[in-house]
């Protein structure tokens, strides 16, 4: 194919993505594949190999992008380098906690107890550095023997404290963190090439995103309190709960903004964990998930940026109150909702993605998979 060509490929596929997320008919509906750990199996990698060989990952991706032709693609294994380093008691990654072809998982744990809130609602900052980070990653562990980070406002008055920093244990926290920014700049190195080299053959990027936004709800209790503490808060600590929830909305909208403004880019992703059909009643769910998560999505709105929201699970119960929302201004990605109501009900509210079960391209036929395609 011809370099002109191919570029004008590349503008039609991106004005067919653009002109859906501007809820405008596009001439077909787009195609879009995140290929994840999918791209090694179907190159015969570990999921261990993929991560490791970046050059080979692209070289694959470049074969399967020309072979299947959609309108955007993505892939590669997420590094896990970082999160290795610092030894992150959360998570296991294929060929550290878990075999070569596993892919990693989130191991969810009580870090902060349910008599801590009061200590984080004080200072967050202070918390987080002293008693969050410790607790979850082994080699900070030192970091529990800084002083009060509020102390520092003493400016000289507070030098004496510093010594602190050549103590062996909080020594070795440091090296760690430096080394695991560097594998964290290392690991964006692979990942901006081959967004450069899709976009060569192409095949724009159907997502500019530019931070990561988590519904208040899922802030507690995704890495803080874990699921089975955060649905106990609900009952014995409300008030608690909902004032946690406020102060991180605020905390998480200003990490959003500051991205924005040092990037211009708009897109922040919203992977939403317990607000689905099945994790609480509609009661609970006005009370200690949706208020809280719409005034985070408006106030992004309101400074210019996109809240594209994954609707994980089933949204079905839910889809009433996402219709609220202004007209054009979010994305909607869904995982197992029924499609056809959301298309009824917020058909003209946002555009709509997703629907289609990943496990269908694992064990469906070939003829079921393209009949529930075109369906």
């Known amino acids: 194919m011809t370099e002109e060509k191919t570029k004008e490929l590349g503008a039609e596929r991106l004005k067919r993505i653009q002109d859906a997320y501007d809820m405008k008919v596009p001439d077909r509906i787009p195609v879009t594949l995140n290929m994840g750990y999918m791209l090694a199996r179907l190159e015969g990698m570990t999921y261990v190999e993929l991560e490791q060989n970046p050059d080979r990952a692209l070289k694959a991706l470049e074969k399967w992008a020309l072979y299947f032709q959609p309108d955007s693609i993505s892939g590669g294994a997420i590094s896990g380098a970082p999160n290795i380093i610092l030894g992150d008691r959360l998570t296991k990654w294929p060929g550290h906690g878990l075999p070569d072809d596993q892919p990693f998982q989130f191991v969810e744990g009580e870090y902060m107890t349910a008599d801590e809130y009061d200590d984080l609602l004080n200072d967050p900052g202070d918390f987080a550095l002293r008693k969050f980070m410790p607790r979850v990653f082994t080699e900070l562990e030192g970091l529990s023997m800084l002083p009060p980070i509020a102390m520092m406002l003493l400016a000289h008055g507070s030098m004496g404290s510093l010594t602190v920093l050549k103590s062996p244990p909080v020594m070795k926290a440091i090296d760690a963190l430096l080394k695991a920014a560097q594998a964290n ?34 802030f507690v209790g995704d890495t803080l309190r874990g699921m089975k503490g955060v649905m106990m808060d609900m009952y014995r600590r409300p008030e608690k709960l909902l004032s946690a929830m406020d102060k991180f909305r605020k905390i998480n909208f200003e990490a959003c903004l500051q991205a924005y403004k040092m990037t211009g880019r708009k897109v922040v992703l919203f992977p939403l964990h317990r607000g689905s059909d099945g994790f609480m009643s509609l009661e609970q769910f006005d009370t200690f998930y949706w208020p809280q998560l719409r005034d985070f999505m408006l106030d992004l709105i309101e400074a ?15 889809l009433d109150y996402l219709a609220e929302l202004p007209k054009g201004k979010t994305r909607g990605m869904f995982d197992r909702s029924n499609m056809f109501r959301v298309k009824d009900v917020l058909g003209d509210v946002m555009p709509i993605s997703g629907g289609f079960p990943v496990s269908r391209l694992q064990v469906g036929s070939l003829e079921g998979l393209r009949d529930f395609t075109k369906e």
């Open 185 to 218: 700049v290392d690991s964006m190195q692979p990942m901006m090439k081959i967004g450069q080299r899709m976009a060569e053959l192409g095949f724009p990027s159907a997502m500019d995103m530019g931070s990561m936004g988590v519904a208040p709800f899922d």
């Open 304 to 318: 210019g940026m996109i809240p594209t929201m994954f609707y994980e699970g089933i949204w079905d119960e839910r």
